[in-house]
């Protein structure tokens, strides 16, 4: 999601990152778990910088305007999604 063109226009008006975009957008949404990769002290002060980003509600209607259907992680052992 981060790389999307969209979510690339707002993190450039906004002067963040796709990663953080993405973040502040699903930690904005009530009942939501975030769940953000941090292997590095930069990409973990990158995470926590989404908590100030603040979305506009034409941002939001943006991201939600993107496809949702996608996995990327889809091990042999998961459930039947479509099912």
């Known amino acids: 999601m981060a790389a999307h063109p969209a979510v690339r226009a707002i ?11 993405a973040l502040a957008y ?6 939501v778990a975030a769940v953000p990769k941090a292997a590095s002290a930069a ?3 990158e ?3 989404a908590l100030g980003l603040r979305l506009a509600p034409e941002d939001v209607a943006a991201l939600d305007a993107l496809p949702k259907n996608r996995r990327f ?7 039947d999604w479509d099912g």
């Open 47 to 49: 995470n926590l910088g």
């Open 73 to 79: 992680v889809n091990p042999a052992f998961a459930p």
């Open 43 to 45: 990409r973990q002060a």
């Open 26 to 31: 699903l930690l904005g949404k009530g009942r």
């Open 11 to 21: 993190a450039a008006r906004h002067g963040a990152t796709g990663a953080q975009v």
